[in-house]
């Protein structure tokens, strides 16, 4: 072994002796740790590498300690090297300066109470292991003595690890040792797959040998072929300091950012070197050199402090459990599975990895009675075949108790058995086995199978929640379910959701409106919604908490104003609900708890109008597709809420930065947009017309809107070119018109209409058919397709009235004509005016505006409108007359252009119109490159030729005009110099009609600019503009026109919409004629102030029963549309399934075809050779038959054998026998004394009574003082025979008789009448021999409200009295020891009055006794024991007299001593041998168990 250097020089030791005392950590501050979450946790702490150094740099010396030996006391035994070491293993320059000092401790023996101390720890930080790539680790040295408080804030603080929901604790062979690949493979892979699912820390050893290389391996494995960074597993390996190899460079005072480790697996010696796949590293320290297990109690301390903290995940509150995972293994590995046994700390057994795993896996399904010493023995011979010799027989004896003790308890002992009982991963073992330890566990009331489904959905793992929480055995209640449906809801489990769906909870009763509040409350802080919220509180004039109508003010902005809010701003009387302040949901019995939502009052406002659609809107904004997808199939307005989605979504996808949630959110955007169709088209193929219903129909709980209106709004045009919507949309765009007529009748008529009594035109209507009064001509009028062509007429006679007007008859007086012409320009303007002011939805004056003016033909209207007035301004002036027939003829080409709006509704010239709109920005773009070449080549020409030209419009000319002209083929004529004139040109620019003539000489006469350049320029020039650019702007239409080609037809069904929708509430009257229709509606709003009316055809409100048989018809097909897609899903993945199928085969039929031609060449030399073979032996036996060596008899026959199959023999696959119980008292052998350091003698059952033989038993004796009141027998011992004390009689106040008859007394001690119990003495008892007690059992009927008695299981239900005292873990009966002389226990005593006394004193001597005898007590003795008599004293009457006296002075007992009422339940949390009696109990008045 490499010598350390040594630790400190003098000044060192100086300065840490000189150190103040490590100051413990407050455990308030450790109450508050959970709060360290995955949103907390890292970005609270890691603050920059630079101020996290410095800050542990500070933090860990004052906190966290180690151990130096300071004194050196030579040791007889040396070091590996041969050199003279201490006491504690370190050589003479390994010690601190003042330790080599003989001045204090001098002439001692070492003690490491005395010779070690505590100073600051001088090795922390982050570990790099040298050639293993960058992974880097963070480790500590630390006292053994360090509290758990304190480790436990390092690792969750300051080394920012999450708060664990599962703590996995793998123990097991610290040697190398082999494992089966398959075994070892499923193991690797179900320990990374549970630690990463329910973000568990798994604790290992920590060094690169064993067991702990196995977990290793495991995480490396997971690393290497996962990219999933989130996943990362936290392994913490806990080694002992001074048993780790190349520790040396570890140290450093200020710590180590990064320390760099090598592991020497060869130069290791006796020493481990740490395991490089461990992330976390916790070296204990006790100041030893080479002594290994100095970390186990630090790992025990610590393990059980993490399983005491509070794990808050998913909303939900639970306690982190703790699992041990046993691999292989030695006698150590046996002693942690016993003692993580007896503190209820659940085992998975993996067997097939080796010694103590098999060892008990072999037996574990034995009954106690078969598992014997001889066994063990056996086992041990099998199992251990090196070390076997080196047991004696008294740890054989006590390996087979501590096995009986382990196998006993098979609710905390799981065997992992490869392939066998169901069993494929080791994962669902491990989860298995903590819900099998949780349900054994004793509760009051449902509380296990609240605390398994706590589990379960904090590990996320549904899989387990439906195989063995969702049972037969648990009925559960929706309301159950409501608290942790919450937290898969926050958490995002949408697996769990369905599954509480599936399992009973209704939508309608979770989604309450405190409900709501919390869900919003805990938002997901990243999400967009979220930071819109948060600028609507900040908005309040005041301090608020959130409430529903702030959402709703934000959904609103995101449905559209058309829509009303969907939460109303609570009125002044009402009382605000206040957010709830409970951060997490605990599910505890204790505390806060979420079932307060739960629990909401009477009034109807606790609900929402449509719970589904709260729901459903909380999971959209959060952009939570699985969520969302689940709600929303548990909706009836299906389609509206689809399609409103689809709207909220296309509004966050525009504000979202992040890419990866825009692309999230877009493609959620079309999977709602195709659900919406499919619904539709389902609702459309059974009945057209309650399909078109749906349509139109006005949905309250969507802010009294239509699946119409939110379609168009959120542009699905998916949705609005299905062919039921184009449907309908045609229908309204005939109106009552048959659409089965005609364009040349509708026009005929209009031009003629007595010819619609002639049935030229046919209508839906029957009345209408019927009928030949004016009906027929106001609705043939009213029809929109009969308005939109008026209109088209009426538009175009404008347009020739305009061209008139312009080119004949423009008059400096205006005409008859013209005047006509601004008559009809009036009613354009009054009907614009009426468009902008209609306000069907109740929108605000600018919200019209802002709608009106969202719509392009819209803003052209308005333009030519103004720029008409403009021209009509100057033309009434006399001296602009001109410039305003300009005007109005500028304005003529924008009226003309209105004409491309009117042909959008022609199913050929619409999408053309389309493209052209899609082209016209290409435009726009590609005019930008063109700008660049024509700006530049133009000033450099107009720079060459020109000399100082000083005219703007020239300058213009030659700039720009020129250079965009030359692109169409005008090429300056002067540019190269050819075709120059003088005549063409004014020399000095003075000419306004000419251009500045080109440089030329002083004559004028030729020019002298550089004819080469200007060429050069002009072909540059017109190769990038006519070649690249014209040919770049005809591929841009190219790509735009066969983009737009394949949704052209989709958008043009869409934007028809507007069309029809603008003539369906336009007034019948085309212009001029339709300035009567705006003095009619004049008069009736602003005169008679009569409300406008809802459009009936694209708004209608149905009937309650209507509409509730409509949503119902809806919901049925939705149902239909979601069973196909799965059927088409299942389909997929059948014909998925048969194509690999067909490729596995190809493969496999190539291979035997390999094969079998192999095989075929195999056995055509094997036949070869085995002839060859026959030949020699032919030839060997005939030569040795000719030399007389043998005789003619018993030469064998070389003849063709078939080999027979060799069958194994059949293993002895024995079933577990029904064990009929144990006749042996059990707890009273528990091998840990309570509260005592003594262990008891292991005694296996074979060896419990007296009769049996065992020679090498030799138990301690032990006799506590007695501290309680009353006498008690001496301690006893060798010295005092205790001769005075009588037993089997009678001993003064003292009975010493048993129950069982006359026990025997040996050596002056009583034997106990049951067997041995591995201690001799009284224990904690106060008397040798019996200590009788009297258990009291009070009960009483469970009652409901009504007072009616409660039934389990058809049976009733009893209620027991319970007492618990403060330092107590369980609940008992209040009974107990008695005072001599006193018929009443002392702990009745306590509980009850003293009025009461005598009262109680006639109840026990009424009562019935249900149990007299021994008692298995974990406080027996082979000398004392406990005997009980258990009087049953029942109430049945909820009147009676006595009851209700009891109740009295039940409520003014003692405060240190808790009491109630308990149903009696097996989970009642009571001593075992309280159970026992309280079955009696039951059993007695049939009650239930």
């Known amino acids: 072994m490499e010598p350390l250097p040594p630790r400190k020089d003098g000044s060192e030791l100086e300065e840490g002796l000189g150190v103040q005392p490590r100051r413990v950590v407050d455990l308030d501050m450790v109450s508050n740790l959970r709060r360290s979450n995955s949103r907390m946790g890292k970005s609270q702490y890691l603050y920059g590498n ?187 390996g806990i080694a002992t300091w001074g048993t780790v190899h190349n520790r040396d460079s570890l140290i450093h005072p200020a710590g180590s950012f990064p320390a760099e480790y090598m592991v ?80 209820g700390t659940p085992c998975v057994i993996v067997e097939g990895s080796g010694r103590v795993a098999d060892v008990l896996a072999q037996v574990a399904s034995l009954p106690i009675s078969e598992i014997t010493i001889s066994l063990i023995q056996q086992k041990l011979s099998e199992f251990f075949q090196e070390m076997f010799d080196t047991f004696t027989e008294r740890q054989v004896v006590e390996w087979t108790k501590k096995i009986q003790d382990i196998v006993r308890k098979q609710q905390l002992l799981t065997i992992f058995r490869e392939g066998k009982d169901g069993q494929q991963d080791v994962d669902v073992a491990i989860l298995q086995a903590l819900l099998k330890a949780s349900r054994s566990q004793d509760h009051f009331g449902h509380e296990t199978w609240d605390h398994q489904l706590k589990l379960a959905v904090a590990w996320n793992r549904v899989d387990i929640a439906r195989s063995e929480i969702f049972t037969d055995e648990r009925q559960w209640k929706p309301s159950d379910l409501h608290p942790v449906m919450t937290a898969a ?39 967009l919604f979220h930071s819109k919220l948060q600028k609507v509180l900040a908005e309040e004039p005041a301090p608020h908490h959130m409430q529903m109508h702030h959402v709703a003010q934000v959904l609103r902005e995101l449905l559209g104003d058309f829509t009303q809010p969907l939460y109303c701003v609570p009125r002044m009387g009402d009382r605000l609900r206040p957010l709830l302040p409970v951060p997490p949901i605990k599910l505890n019995v204790q505390g806060a708890s979420l079932q307060s939502l739960y629990k909401h009052s009477s009034g109807c406002d606790a609900f929402t109008m449509d719970p589904v659609r709260d729901l459903l809107i909380w999971a959209i904004v959060q952009n939570r597709r699985e969520l969302a997808e689940i709600i929303w199939a548990q909706s009836q307005d299906c389609i509206t809420a689809a399609l409103a989605c689809s709207k909220i979504l296309k509004e966050l996808s525009r504000e979202e930065q992040d890419t990866d949630s825009l692309e999230d959110m877009l493609a959620l955007t079309a999977a709602f947009e195709n659900r919406a169709v499919g619904v539709f088209t389902e609702c459309y193929r059974k009945d057209e017309e309650r399909a078109q219903k749906l349509l139109v129909r006005v949905s309250e709980a969507w802010g009294k809107t239509t699946c119409l209106q939110l379609a168009l709004e959120a542009k699905d045009m998916k949705f609005v070119s299905h ?9 309204v765009w005939w109106g009552q018109l048959s659409m089965d007529n005609g364009l040349w009748q509708v026009f005929l008529c209009m031009l003629v209409f007595p010819l619609l009594y002639t049935g030229l035109i046919s209508f839906r209507e029957r009345r209408l058919r019927a009928g030949r009064g004016l009906a027929r001509i106001r609705t043939f009028f009213s029809a929109p397709v009969v308005v939109f062509h008026l209109n088209v007429l009426s538009y175009s006679a404008f347009l020739c009235l305009f061209a008139y007007v312009l080119m004949v008859d423009f008059q400096p007086t205006p005409s008859g004509c013209e005047r006509l012409l601004y008559l009809w320009l009036f009613s354009l303007v009054c009907e614009e005016s009426r468009q902008l002011f209609y306000n069907p939805d109740g929108c605000g004056l600018v919200k019209m505006a802002l709608r009106y003016f969202s719509d392009f033909w819209n803003k052209l209207d308005i333009g030519a409108i103004l720029l008409f007035i403009v021209g009509l301004v100057c033309r009434l002036t006399p001296t602009l007359l001109y410039p305003g027939r300009i005007v109005l003829s500028l304005d003529f080409i924008m009226f003309c252009l209105r004409l491309m709006h009117i042909f959008t509704i022609s199913k050929t010239l619409g ?19 063109l700008a660049v070449w024509v700006v530049s080549f133009g ?69 002298v600019f550089p004819e080469w350049l200007t060429v050069t320029l002009l072909c540059l020039y017109l190769l990038f503009t006519n070649i690249l650019l014209l040919n770049l702007l005809i591929a841009m239409f190219n790509y735009t026109f066969q983009q737009v080609q394949e949704h052209t037809d989709q958008i043009w069904k869409f934007q028809r919409h507007g069309l029809i929708e603008e003539y369906h509430g336009r007034p019948p009257l085309p212009p001029p004629l339709i300035l009567l229709s705006h003095l009619h509606l004049f008069i009736k709003r602003v005169i008679l102030k009569r409300p406008a009316g809802q459009h009936q055809q694209l708004k209608n409100k149905l009937e309650k029963n209507e509409e509730a048989a409509l949503l119902s018809w ?254 107590s873990e369980h609940w008992a009966l209040p009974g107990g020891s008695q005072e001599p002389g006193e018929t009443l226990p002392w702990t009745l005593k306590q509980v009850l009055g003293r009025e009461c006394w005598p009262c109680f004193r006639n109840l026990l001597a009424q009562g019935t006794e249900v149990y007299k005898g021994y008692v298995d007590d974990p406080r027996n003795t082979d000398n004392a024991w406990i005997e009980t008599v258990a009087i049953s004293i029942h109430f049945p009457n909820q009147s009676d007299v006595e009851l209700k006296r009891l109740n009295c002075h039940l409520h003014a007992c003692d405060p240190e001593t808790a009491i109630r009422w308990q149903a009696v339940d097996k989970h009642v949390p009571l001593h075992a041998s309280h159970k026992a009696i309280l079955q009696k109990v039951a059993a007695l008045y049939g009650a239930f168990y």
Request: charged share 25%; net charge neutral; with cysteine.
């Open 489 to 527: 809801l926050i958490s995002n489990k949408p697996e769990f959701v369905k599954l509480f769906l599936e399992n009973g909870v209704l939508l309608k009763e979770f989604a309450t409106w405190d409900t709501l509040l919390y869900l919003y409350g805990n938002l997901d802080p990243t999400c």
């Open 50 to 236: 630079c101020g996290k150094q410095e800050h542990l740099s500070s933090w860990i010396p004052e906190n966290i300690m180690k151990k130096e030996c300071v004194y050196f006391v030579e040791s007889p035994k040396l070091s590996d090297a041969g050199k003279v070491v201490c006491e504690c293993g370190y050589m003479h320059k390994q010690h601190l300066e003042e330790a080599t000092r003989p001045q204090a401790f001098q002439g001692k023996e070492w003690d490491p109470k005395k010779h070690v101390q505590e100073m600051p720890t001088d090795a922390f930080g982050d570990i790099v292991f040298t050639g293993l790539g960058q992974k880097t680790g963070k480790y500590v040295r630390l006292s053994q003595d360090t509290p758990s408080s304190v480790i436990y804030r390092l690792m969750t603080q300051h080394w920012g690890l999450d708060v664990p929901s599962l703590l996995i604790s793998v123990t097991g062979g610290a040697k190398d040792f082999i494992m089966k690949p398959r075994l070892r493979s499923i193991f690797r892979r179900g320990l990374v797959k549970v630690a990463q699912t329910t973000g568990a820390w798994i604790i290992t050893g920590g060094s690169h040998t064993g067991v702990m290389k196995q977990v290793g391996e495991a995480v490396r494995d997971f690393s290497l072929s996962s990219s999933y960074n989130k996943g990362e597993i936290v392994t913490i």
């Open 911 to 929: 999408p053309k119109i389309i493209i052209v709109k899609r082209m016209m920005k290409d435009v726009f773009f590609f005019l930008f490159l």
């Open 1114 to 1367: 809806e919901a049925y097909l939705k149902e239909n549309f979601l069973q196909g897609q799965q059927r088409q899903r299942e389909k997929q993945k059948v014909q998925d399934l048969g194509s690999r199928v067909d490729t596995m085969v190809d493969l496999l039929e190539m291979e035997r075809l390999k094969l079998l031609g192999t095989l075929e060449q195999r056995l055509a030399s094997l036949e070869e050779q085995v002839a060859q073979t026959t030949g020699a032996l032919h030839w060997i036996m005939k030569t040795l038959r000719d030399g007389s060596l043998g005789s003619e008899e018993g030469i064998p026959t070389l003849a063709t054998q078939k080999a027979s199959e060799g069958q194994d023999p059949a293993l002895d696959s024995r079933q577990k026998a029904e064990d009929p119980g144990d006749p042996h008292h059990v707890h009273a052998r528990h091998l840990l004394y309570p509260n005592a350091p003594v262990t008891r003698f292991p005694v296996p059952n074979e060896k419990v009574p007296w009769e049996t033989e065992f020679l090498i038993y030799e138990p301690l004796f032990y006799s506590a003082e007695w501290t309680d009141k009353g006498p008690a027998d001496p301690m006893g011992g060798a010295l005092e025979p205790l001769s005075g004390i009588s037993f089997n009689a009678m001993d003064g106040p003292v009975d010493r008789r048993s129950f069982h008859g006359a026990y025997m007394v040996r050596d002056g001690l009583p034997l106990n009448p049951m067997g041995r119990t591995g201690l001799r003495g009284r224990g904690h008892l106060c008397c040798f021999g019996p200590n009788h007690t009297l258990q009291p059992v009070v009960t009483r009927w469970r009652r409901n409200q009504d007072g009616a008695i409660c039934r389990k299981k058809v049976k009733k239900m009893l209620e027991v009295l319970v007492v618990k005292h403060a330092l």
């Open 939 to 1007: 000033v450099a020409k107009q720079a060459i030729l020109i000399h100082n030209e000083s005219r703007a419009e020239w300058i213009f000319r030659g700039v720009i005009y020129h250079s965009y002209l030359t692109i169409f083929g005008q090429i300056p004529a002067y540019i190269d110099g050819v075709n120059f004139s003088p005549d063409q040109c004014s020399p000095n620019g003075t000419d306004p009609y000419k251009p500045k003539c080109p440089e030329s000489d002083t004559r004028g006469l030729e020019p």
């Open 723 to 731: 062919g039921g919507v184009q449907a309908f949309l045609t229908r």
């Open 264 to 343: 020497d697996e060869d130069g290791q010696g006796h020493l481990t070197c740490l395991d490089s796949n461990h992330s976390h590293f916790i070296l204990v320290d006790d100041g030893t050199h080479g002594r290994y297990g100095v970390e186990i109690p630090l790992r025990s301390r610590l393990e059980k402090f993490v399983s005491e903290q509070t794990k808050e995940r998913g909303g939900v509150a639970i306690k982190i459990p703790i699992v041990c995972v046993v691999l292989e293994g030695g006698p150590g590995t046996l002693h942690t599975i016993y003692n993580a046994i007896t503190h």
